[in-house]
């Protein structure tokens, strides 16, 4: 474990390519021309290359400026700008430019909207199955405070996977994220599994969890409903983030690994590098 004044070296398991190849110079290009928020760019995505290369990529909606300040999160926060209602269009037309298999939206937090941003989203998902009904959509929204008639109109608007991310063990919570509750992320997911879509939730490892948290956390989501998990090294954005405890070895994460598919969960992607949008096209099949 780390202490709070010591900084941890970087193992090499946790070296990333740079990212390259025509499919993802193709999307890239797409990305800036239409001016496109991309969790893959902001987050500093490790596995960006991987994804943009067979035709997978993570949008980021409601723009880039988000009102929660979370301690692990290189997201602006902010005031954000008025909301863009012509995003839903021309992300459907983007993704349709891109010939994207599958798409990930997911979006800063909009606590500065009446309806935490719920009609963008639900339009978005419509344009996109609109102009591309071959393409899969998994939405990784907020919390909207847990308000359940604003989470339904995600739902409503037909996504295949719906996720929302518990980030961390019950214990780190109050300290890692700013607003959001554990117990309330959970009942979010329990609402979600229980309209018969697919739920899906990621938590970040090295923030100072042990492993019998995680465990308990995994029967938490279990118990809720959620089908899918994803659990990848925590890396520290810049020095006013919270620190690494500790860098979590392949080893630990294979453990993870298996001790999720033993106890139920029908995909679990568990290494360092994993984020949530980690291999997403194969969740859908997760019912």
Same mark, same amino acid.
């Given at each position: 474990?780390?202490?709070?004044?010591?900084?941890?070296?970087?193992?090499?398991?946790?070296?990333?390519?740079?990212?390259?190849?025509?499919?993802?110079?193709?999307?890239? %290009?797409?990305?800036?021309?239409? !001016?496109?928020?991309?969790?893959?760019?902001?987050?500093?995505?490790?596995?960006?290359?991987?994804?943009?290369?067979?035709?997978?990529?993570?949008?980021?909606?409601?723009?880039?400026?988000?009102?929660?300040?979370?301690?692990?999160?290189?997201?602006?926060?902010? !005031?954000?700008?008025?909301?863009?209602?012509?995003? +839903?269009?021309?992300?459907?037309?983007?993704?349709? =430019?891109?010939?994207?298999?599958?798409?990930?939206?997911?979006?800063?937090?909009?606590?500065?909207? +009446? &309806?935490?941003?719920?009609?963008?989203?639900?339009?978005?998902?419509?344009?996109?199955?609109?102009?591309?009904?071959?393409?899969?959509?998994?939405?990784?929204?907020? &919390?909207?405070?847990?308000?359940?008639?604003?989470?339904?109109?995600?739902?409503?608007?037909?996504?295949?996977?719906?996720?929302?991310?518990?980030?961390?063990?019950?214990?780190?919570? +109050? %300290?890692? =994220?700013?607003?959001?509750?554990?117990?309330?992320?959970?009942?979010?997911?329990?609402?979600?599994?229980?309209?018969?879509?697919?739920?899906?939730?990621?938590?970040?490892?090295?923030?100072?969890?042990?492993?019998?948290?995680?465990? %308990?956390?995994? &029967? &938490?989501?279990?118990?809720?409903?959620?089908?899918?998990?994803?659990?990848?090294?925590?890396?520290?954005?810049?020095?006013?983030?919270?620190?690494?405890? %500790?860098?979590?070895? +392949?080893?630990?994460?294979?453990?993870?690994?298996?001790?999720?598919?033993?106890?139920?969960?029908?995909?679990?992607?568990?290494?360092?590098?994993?984020?949530?949008?980690?291999?997403?096209?194969?969740?859908?099949?997760?019912?």
């Amino acid at each position: 474990m780390n202490t709070s004044d010591t900084i941890l070296r970087k193992p090499d398991w946790l070296k990333i390519k740079i990212p390259s190849g025509k499919e993802y110079l193709s999307v890239k %290009e797409i990305v800036e021309r239409n !001016k496109l928020h991309t969790i893959c760019t902001s987050g500093h995505c490790p596995n960006m290359h991987e994804c943009w290369g067979r035709g997978t990529a993570t949008l980021m909606i409601l723009g880039d400026i988000c009102t929660r300040s979370c301690k692990f999160c290189n997201v602006k926060t902010g !005031k954000p700008l008025p909301v863009d209602h012509d995003e +839903p269009r021309r992300v459907a037309e983007s993704v349709k =430019r891109m010939k994207l298999k599958h798409v990930v939206l997911t979006s800063v937090d909009r606590d500065d909207l +009446p &309806d935490g941003g719920a009609a963008i989203w639900a339009e978005t998902v419509r344009k996109i199955k609109e102009q591309n009904p071959e393409t899969t959509i998994e939405t990784l929204i907020p &919390d909207f405070d847990g308000h359940e008639e604003l989470i339904q109109q995600v739902i409503d608007a037909g996504p295949e996977v719906i996720s929302h991310n518990l980030e961390t063990v019950r214990r780190l919570t +109050p %300290e890692t =994220r700013s607003r959001a509750k554990y117990d309330r992320s959970l009942q979010v997911l329990q609402y979600i599994a229980g309209k018969g879509v697919v739920a899906k939730s990621g938590i970040m490892a090295g923030l100072g969890e042990t492993p019998e948290e995680v465990f %308990e956390l995994m &029967d &938490d989501l279990l118990d809720a409903g959620v089908s899918v998990l994803t659990i990848g090294q925590y890396l520290q954005p810049t020095k006013k983030h919270l620190p690494v405890k %500790e860098y979590v070895t +392949p080893e630990q994460f294979e453990i993870y690994r298996k001790t999720g598919l033993k106890k139920g969960f029908r995909y679990v992607e568990s290494s360092p590098l994993v984020r949530s949008s980690y291999h997403a096209e194969k969740h859908i099949s997760a019912r």
